[in-house]
T-cell receptor, first 113, second 112 residues
Framework: GQQLNQSPQSMFIQEGEDVSMNCTSS?????WLWYKQDPGEGPVLLIA?????ELTSNGRLTAQFGITRKDSFLNISASIPSDVGIYFC?????????????FGTGTRLQVFP | DTGVSQDPRHKITKRGQNVTFRCDPI?????LYWYRQTLGQGPEFLTY????????KSRLLSDRFSAERPKGSFSTLEIQRTEQGDSAMYLC??????????FGPGTRLTVT
């Protein structure tokens, strides 16, 4: 089945550093979504991308929809302690009845002061 | 502005008991999804409703699982004869048109 692979699996960075992570797929996606999940909570939608090559920002977050439509990238600039969490990419798997989301394996981010 | 809410947030039950979870979606969203998430993994799709119609069920949803959305508003997910392997976070999401899905805080189920 479809799989989304995220790298790196985990990151340990110092406050103020920039962060880059990516998500790759063996299949083409028409939409890429990036979520952040805190422990014990549900995922929170950060950015949605709808067009190949699209670059979208949300505050210190910037995400890009890869030109091949098989990858996406998320950058966080000037990291702060509240950026700690797990970041998931997701894309809709379109079947006849639904657009259920397929999630990546996650990137765990730790920020040290 | 209320988001998706889920109740309870935590449930501990003994193996063999039945449990029921509730999800209240964002009011104007007609699409509702249930996902399951185990430790260290991303959420996995369980089932989907458009209004009151259940349009798709994952093969992860065994016969012991049933979901309803009787009036096209809130939804319930019931697990009968719980097993230890059912321990997970159960997430509900809702969506307007388009692919953006908004998740609730989840129900953490522990089966002892």
């Amino acid at each position: 089945g479809q799989q989304l692979n995220q790298s790196p699996q985990s990151m340990f960075i110092q406050e103020g550093e920039d962060v880059s992570m990516n998500c790759t797929s063996s299949s083409i996606f028409n939409t890429w979504l990036w979520y952040k999940q805190d422990p014990g909570e549900g995922p929170v939608l950060l950015i949605a991308l709808y067009k190949a090559g699209e670059l979208t920002s949300n505050g210190r977050l910037t995400a890009q929809f890869g030109i091949t439509r098989k990858d996406s990238f998320l950058n966080i600039s000037a990291s702060i302690p509240s950026d700690v969490g797990i970041y998931f990419c997701a894309g809709p798997f379109l079947s006849y009845n639904t657009d259920k989301l397929i999630f990546g394996t996650g990137t765990r981010l730790q920020v040290f002061p | 502005d209320t988001g998706v809410s889920q109740d309870p947030r935590h449930k501990i039950t003994k193996r063999g008991q039945n449990v029921t979870f509730r999800c209240d979606p964002i009011s104007e969203h007609n699409r509702l999804y249930w996902y399951r998430q185990t430790l260290g993994q991303g959420p996995e799709f369980l089932t989907y409703f458009q209004n009151e119609a259940q349009l798709e069920k994952s093969r992860l949803l065994s016969d012991r699982f049933s979901a309803e959305r009787p009036k096209g508003s809130f939804s319930t997910l019931e697990i009968q004869r719980t097993e230890q392997g059912d321990s997970a976070m159960y997430l509900c999401a809702s969506s307007p048109v388009g692919h953006e899905q908004y998740f609730g805080p989840g129900t953490r189920l522990t089966v002892t």
